[in-house]
């Protein structure tokens, strides 16, 4: 079976338990070794092969080429692929025997507290949690008040609420391995994952595969084939052409083989969204027609569309409609054929492979993991983007080693120094490393390096990285503040969320953007699947308003130049077209265009 999943799994658990120690032990290290456990977890979850197979072919040799794994840790994995246990994990386990994973992501309740919740009232779980939160037994335990208890039980409702959904960028590996292998099975027309994860919604609920067939009997052979997957935990549903089953990675995935004359119309039905399913169907009825899952069919029941989605709409008048707006939110209004607007935007969402560059991007000189040159070539020879920002934090950020005037300045002319040198060594290939710095914005809203140094640099990003209880007028304040400081060219991760983890610090959004229209700011589309900040209906309300966007990844390794795709998802899913979206210009338009 896939072993990717639990690996990373059981080296996050090592990273969270780690923190639990951390002061204890007084190790200097400790803070580093829980980055790296942390580091190798995402980067395994992000792999395309599986560690299994790397190992089979190369042992540790192949192991220790996995960016970010290093001989500790590959050690440790190969431990676990030939015995399927780690001893290392084990006694760590006997320790805290507590299912740490339950409270990933759950915010403001770290690592200690889990500890000391555990050593005091012997919580394990997420529901003992909410029980003694409950019964009010938290509130007596040391450095614990009443109010701390009713803070944990609110943030516990918000945790809850996210609801088993995964992130997009947990799943999106995964998903896009299983649709290939399904594509290439025997007698297999065509394989498409539909449902939120064609929407490229934020979070999936579950994973949903339409697959065409020759004929009946390869349908059975599919069916066969996919609840035998290694990565199916558990088959609980299966019929003649359906099946359903639940994964190793905790999400349940959904089958559905449909003959070729059907092809469009199951994707049509299966990509959703539910809402828009019944607008359309609505508008097949206006027209004496039926749709369903099946095909589009006649007063006498003649099916006469079916087996394309483009053929599915057309015949109820309708354009062909990106799966990313299916929403009921106006897209169908827009789609009718003949309609003037269609050609603006419908058509001309921004596409996957429009953008030039990316402007927020990180070093090793803070909390980056790789040099400026690396995280260059990585983006040009792999990526094929023509420029990148390097926006390092800066000095208030102290947890990131933020960098203050003088670093800063002596960043920048190394850019440029690294800027020739690549231009020497392959000349075929234009790209431009611009400097650039993500600033904090301070308490009270202005910013931590000054203007004469920001002035220096190419473009400059800031950002609200603290305080985030401050009330909504203070937080929005903050942010207009940095909006019409002259040296700012972008606001970052403009709400500060994290999905399913943190709702991030309270902003009227609305008065953002007009600030961000009247100082020419641009607003940053952060494409980091945990974020997506701005998300869709912000994006669609900037357009509206005239805001210019950037679509960033966040980079903190060239792995991670990966989830712009994650962002151009949300920006389509905000109805973005291409001229929306800054950086996929070059960079000197881009350049000549701000502030
Ligand atoms: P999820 O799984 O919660 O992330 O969201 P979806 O959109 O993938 O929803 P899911 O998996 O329940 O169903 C996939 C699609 O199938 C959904 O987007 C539309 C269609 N569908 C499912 N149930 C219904 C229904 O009761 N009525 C209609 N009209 N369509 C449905
Ligand atoms: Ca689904
Ligand atoms: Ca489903
Ligand atoms: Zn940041």
Same mark, same amino acid.
């Given at each position: 079976?896939?072993?990717?999943?639990?690996?990373?799994?059981?080296?996050?658990?090592?990273?969270?338990?780690?923190?639990?120690?951390?002061?204890?032990?007084?190790?200097?290290?400790?803070?580093?070794?829980?980055?790296?456990?942390?580091?190798?977890?995402?980067?395994?979850?992000?792999?395309?092969?599986?560690?299994?197979?790397?190992?089979?072919?190369?042992?540790?040799?192949?192991?220790?080429?996995?960016?970010?794994?290093?001989?500790?840790?590959?050690?440790?994995?190969?431990?676990?692929?030939?015995?399927?246990?780690?001893?290392?994990?084990? @006694?760590?386990?006997?320790?805290?025997?507590?299912?740490?994973?339950?409270?990933?992501?759950?915010?403001?309740?770290?690592?200690?507290?889990?500890?000391?919740?555990?050593?005091?009232?012997?919580? *394990?779980?997420?529901?003992?949690?909410?029980?003694?939160?409950?019964?009010?037994?938290?509130?007596?335990?040391?450095?614990?008040?009443?109010?701390?208890?009713?803070?944990?039980?609110? $943030?516990? +409702?918000? /945790?809850?609420?996210?609801?088993?959904?995964?992130?997009?960028? @947990?799943?999106?590996?995964?998903?896009?391995?299983?649709?290939?292998?399904?594509?290439?099975?025997?007698?297999?027309?065509?394989?498409?994952?539909?449902?939120? /994860?064609?929407?490229?919604?934020?979070?999936?609920?579950?994973?949903?595969?339409?697959?065409?067939? @020759?004929?009946? *009997?390869?349908?059975?052979?599919?069916?066969?084939?996919?609840?035998?997957?290694?990565?199916?935990?558990?088959?609980?549903?299966?019929? &003649?052409?359906?099946?359903?089953?639940?994964?190793?990675?905790?999400?349940?995935?959904?089958?559905?083989?449909?003959?070729?004359?059907?092809? #469009?119309?199951?994707?049509?039905?299966?990509?959703?969204?539910?809402?828009?399913?019944?607008?359309?169907?609505?508008?097949?009825?206006?027209?004496?027609?039926?749709?369903?899952?099946?095909?589009?069919?006649?007063?006498?029941?003649?099916?006469?569309?079916?087996?394309?989605?483009?053929?599915?709409?057309?015949?109820?008048?309708?354009?062909?409609?990106?799966?990313?707006?299916?929403?009921?939110?106006?897209?169908?209004?827009?789609?009718?054929?003949?309609? $003037?607007? @269609?050609?603006?935007?419908?058509?001309?969402?921004?596409?996957?492979?429009?953008?030039?560059?990316?402007?927020?991007?990180? =070093?090793? &000189?803070?909390?980056?993991?790789?040099?400026?040159?690396?995280?260059?070539?990585?983006?040009?020879?792999? /990526?094929?983007?023509?420029?990148?920002?390097?926006?390092?934090?800066? $000095?208030?950020?102290?947890?990131?080693?933020?960098?203050?005037?003088?670093?800063?300045?002596?960043?920048?002319?190394?850019?440029?120094?690294?800027?020739?040198?690549? $231009?020497?060594?392959?000349?075929?290939?234009?790209?431009?490393?611009? =400097?650039?710095?993500?600033?904090?914005?301070?308490?009270? #809203?202005?910013?931590?390096?000054?203007?004469?140094?920001?002035?220096?640099?190419?473009?400059?990003?800031?950002?609200?990285?603290?305080?985030?209880?401050?009330?909504?007028?203070?937080?929005?304040?903050?942010?207009?503040?940095?909006?019409?400081?002259? &040296?700012?060219?972008?606001?970052?991760?403009?709400?500060?969320?994290?999905?399913?983890?943190?709702?991030?610090?309270?902003?009227?959004?609305?008065?953002?953007?007009?600030?961000?229209?009247?100082?020419?700011?641009?607003?940053?589309?952060?494409?980091?699947?945990?974020?997506?900040?701005?998300?869709?209906?912000?994006?669609?309300?900037?357009?509206?308003?005239?805001?210019?966007?950037?679509?960033?990844?966040?980079? +903190?390794?060239?792995?991670?130049?990966?989830?712009?795709?994650?962002?151009?998802?949300?920006?389509?899913? #905000?109805?973005?077209?291409?001229?929306?979206?800054?950086?996929?210009?070059?960079?000197?338009?881009?350049?000549?265009?701000?502030?």
């Amino acid at each position: 079976m896939s072993k990717n999943s639990e690996a990373a799994k059981i080296l996050r658990e090592i990273a969270f338990i780690l923190q639990t120690e951390e002061e204890k032990e007084n190790e200097p290290n400790a803070i580093f070794k829980v980055r790296s456990y942390n580091r190798a977890a995402d980067e395994i979850q992000n792999l395309s092969f599986d560690i299994g197979d790397i190992y089979k072919k190369d042992k540790l040799d192949g192991l220790l080429k996995i960016p970010s794994i290093g001989k500790a840790i590959a050690t440790k994995l190969e431990e676990y692929i030939t015995t399927g246990k780690m001893h290392y994990y084990e @006694e760590l386990k006997k320790e805290m025997p507590v299912d740490v994973s339950q409270f990933f992501g759950l915010e403001g309740i770290g690592p200690k507290t889990i500890k000391t919740l555990y050593r005091n009232l012997g919580i *394990k779980s997420i529901s003992d949690l909410e029980k003694a939160a409950t019964e009010g037994k938290i509130r007596s335990i040391p450095g614990f008040s009443k109010k701390k208890e009713e803070l944990i039980l609110k $943030k516990l +409702h918000f /945790f809850k609420k996210g609801g088993g959904r995964l992130l997009i960028g @947990e799943v999106y590996p995964l998903v896009k391995r299983l649709e290939e292998r399904l594509s290439k099975f025997r007698g297999v027309n065509q394989a498409v994952a539909v449902g939120s /994860f064609r929407r490229m919604k934020e979070t999936i609920g579950d994973i949903d595969y339409v697959v065409s067939v @020759e004929s009946e *009997k390869e349908g059975d052979k599919i069916i066969d084939y996919f609840v035998n997957m290694p990565e199916v935990k558990e088959v609980t549903g299966r019929g &003649s052409a359906k099946a359903f089953v639940k994964l190793n990675i905790g999400i349940d995935a959904d089958l559905l083989v449909v003959p070729a004359v059907s092809f #469009g119309a199951a994707l049509q039905y299966f990509t959703g969204s539910k809402e828009h399913g019944v607008a359309v169907r609505k508008i097949a009825i206006s027209k004496g027609l039926r749709l369903n899952e099946w095909g589009v069919f006649d007063e006498q029941k003649n099916r006469i569309a079916g087996s394309t989605e483009e053929g599915v709409y057309q015949l109820l008048g309708l354009n062909w409609i990106p799966p990313e707006i299916r929403e009921n939110r106006g897209e169908i209004e827009l789609a009718k054929i003949g309609k $003037k607007e @269609e050609k603006t935007r419908l058509s001309q969402l921004i596409g996957y492979d429009d953008l030039k560059g990316d402007l927020q991007v990180h =070093s090793n &000189s803070t909390d980056g993991t790789m040099s400026i040159e690396e995280m260059a070539l990585y983006a040009r020879d792999k /990526f094929g983007l023509n420029y990148i920002a390097i926006s390092d934090h800066t $000095k208030s950020l102290r947890l990131t080693n933020g960098l203050d005037e003088q670093q800063l300045i002596n960043q920048a002319n190394r850019i440029e120094e690294i800027n020739d040198e690549i $231009k020497i060594s392959n000349k075929n290939k234009y790209f431009r490393i611009l =400097s650039s710095a993500e600033v904090n914005i301070l308490k009270d #809203g202005s910013l931590d390096i000054s203007n004469n140094v920001l002035d220096k640099l190419d473009i400059v990003g800031a950002a609200i990285h603290s305080n985030f209880a401050l009330p909504i007028e203070v937080q929005t304040e903050r942010l207009v503040n940095a909006a019409q400081n002259s &040296s700012i060219d972008i606001i970052f991760h403009p709400t500060g969320r994290i999905i399913n983890r943190r709702e991030g610090y309270p902003v009227n959004i609305s008065k953002l953007i007009e600030v961000a229209k009247d100082s020419n700011t641009v607003l940053e589309i952060d494409g980091h699947y945990n974020r997506l900040d701005l998300k869709d209906e912000y994006i669609r309300l900037a357009i509206e308003n005239e805001v210019k966007l950037v679509i960033d990844s966040d980079a +903190h390794h060239p792995s991670h130049y990966a989830f712009l795709k994650f962002g151009i998802g949300q920006a389509r899913r #905000g109805w973005a077209t291409k001229s929306d979206i800054l950086n996929t210009l070059s960079a000197k338009e881009l350049l000549d265009g701000l502030k």
